[in-house]
């Protein structure tokens, strides 16, 4: 029987009452869960006029603190992970990486230790090619010492970008560095920008070899602050799910980018939306945002543990865009509990108009493809209605508030 069934705003799970691949690292059994630098702070290297914002040590500290102290720890998010324009411009004399002497004095053992000391894991970025994206010494010729580099940091976490670099050594080289990655002996996530590179050269990625290699990947656009570029990444993801959403499963994740909840481009209603799509899509949770100002209302939404747990579903099973008509889309997810063989779900409704009244979205849960005879319990994520138990036969009627662009 269904022990816990969940609905949203639209996010409703439906609890009814795989696929893994193996890598060798044997991480991300679930889509990992952070806090991520790039989307909110970028390149500031100023620490002179904007010590408190500029990537710094003292910067990735803070967070960590905050990640424990606020709470944000204790619903799941682990890794604090820094991007780009960590680096010095040159390599020392025996081509190793160094931080920037400035703004990471301690260098990033140091910082790794006290991310550590918090019970949390440390995350770090590079890239594939001759420089990272923002021009700082790539890894292209020593593969094999930076990973060394970062195992001698106890790093947990690589992403690995794909600027200035050549898209179709790509296939040959990423799992060249997972190798040397592997070969260190330390566990270290793998994130990876082929396919992202590839899709725009041109190319069909070969998501076979991606999979055994990469333990989540990029597939599009970098996301901004703003709707419409969250949008952007719905609609991207939900118009190829043919492709991507069979890549996905524990231990490889689809990376749709960083959640921007909390920052300057979304509105609450909007946020919601990210947190409830990100969660359908089995999407490594990495918030990009400054935790020492959020409100609480977006630290609420980034906080709500029964989106979380859809998010982290054992299963792995990435969800699927099952409607779209008007401006109103319907997402789909099997999660746990099964019973009979029959999957639960969580069914997230998105309202994408801007005709300013909720949209009232009516349909049997048949139509959604629930036809356990036993029924599901059904509840609202966000609202915290509990529905008692449906039949198939049921409808059941959402309010959706409108979030969106579409205009009717
Ligand atoms: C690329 C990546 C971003 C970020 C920047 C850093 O654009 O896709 O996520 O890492 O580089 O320069």
């Known amino acids: 029987m269904c022990q816990t069934c ?12 795989n696929s893994a691949f193996l890598l060798e690292n044997g991480l991300a059994r679930t889509p990992p869960m952070g806090w991520l630098a790039w989307e909110r702070f970028r390149c500031n290297t100023d620490c002179k006029n904007d010590p408190d914002n500029c990537i710094s040590e003292n910067l990735f500290r803070t967070m960590a603190d905050i990640v ?19 680096l010095e411009k040159e390599r020392n004399n025996y081509g190793q990486l160094v931080p920037d002497r400035q703004r990471f004095p301690r260098g990033m053992k140091s910082l790794a230790d006290y991310v550590h000391s918090k019970g949390l894991k440390f995350g770090i970025y590079e890239d594939f090619g001759n420089y990272t994206c923002a021009g700082y010494p790539g890894v292209l010729g020593y593969l094999r010492t930076d990973a060394q580099t970062f195992a001698s940091w106890d790093v947990d976490y690589v992403k690995l970008d794909g600027c200035y670099a050549h898209p179709s050594e790509m296939d040959r080289g990423y799992p060249e560095f997972g190798f040397y990655l592997n070969q260190t002996g330390r ?9 992202v590179y590839q899709i725009y050269a041109g190319m069909q990625p070969n998501f076979t070899s ?7 990947w990029r597939n599009f656009d ?8 969250v949008e952007s990444i719905i609609d991207y993801y939900g ?22 909840i ?7 209603e909007q946020s919601k939306a990210q947190m409830a799509i990100w969660a359908i899509m089995a999407a490594p949770l990495l918030m990009s945002v400054d935790l020492r100002s959020i409100r609480p209302e977006y630290k609420a939404i980034l906080q709500n543990k029964k ?9 792995g099973i990435q969800g699927r865009r099952i409607y779209k008509h008007k401006g109103i889309e319907i997402w789909s997810r099997p999660i746990t509990p099964l019973y009979q063989n029959y999957f639960s779900y969580a069914v997230a409704f998105l309202n994408r108009r801007t005709d300013g009244t909720p949209s009232d979205v009516a349909v049997t849960l048949k139509e959604l493809g629930l036809t356990s005879p036993t029924g599901y319990r059904v509840e609202d994520l966000y609202e915290d209605v509990d529905y008692g138990v449906l039949s198939p036969q049921t409808k059941i009627k959402v309010k959706v508030n409108p979030s969106g662009k579409y205009t009717y």
């Not at 720890?73 to 960590?86: H, K, L, M, R």
């Not at 991606?210 to 989540?216: A, D, F, G, Q, S």
């Not at 970098?222 to 570029?229: E, G």
């Not at 989106?307 to 299963?315: E, G, N, R, S, T």
């Open 6 to 17: 969940q609905t949203f705003a639209g996010i409703l799970v439906l609890c009814l009452i």
């Open 68 to 86: 424990i102290s606020e709470g944000y720890a204790a619903v799941g998010y682990e890794y604090i992970n820094v991007d780009d324009c960590w």
């Open 187 to 195: 566990a270290m996530m793998y994130s990876c920008s082929w396919p």
């Open 210 to 216: 991606i999979i055994e290699h990469c333990n989540l």
């Open 222 to 229: 970098d996301i901004q602050d703003s709707w419409a570029s």
């Open 239 to 260: 118009n190829n799910q043919d492709v991507i959403v069979a890549n996905a499963g524990p231990g490889h994740w689809n990376d749709p980018d960083m959640l921007i």
């Open 262 to 268: 909390g920052n300057f481009g979304l509105s609450y």
């Open 307 to 315: 989106i979380i747990a859809v998010d982290q579903d054992p299963l």
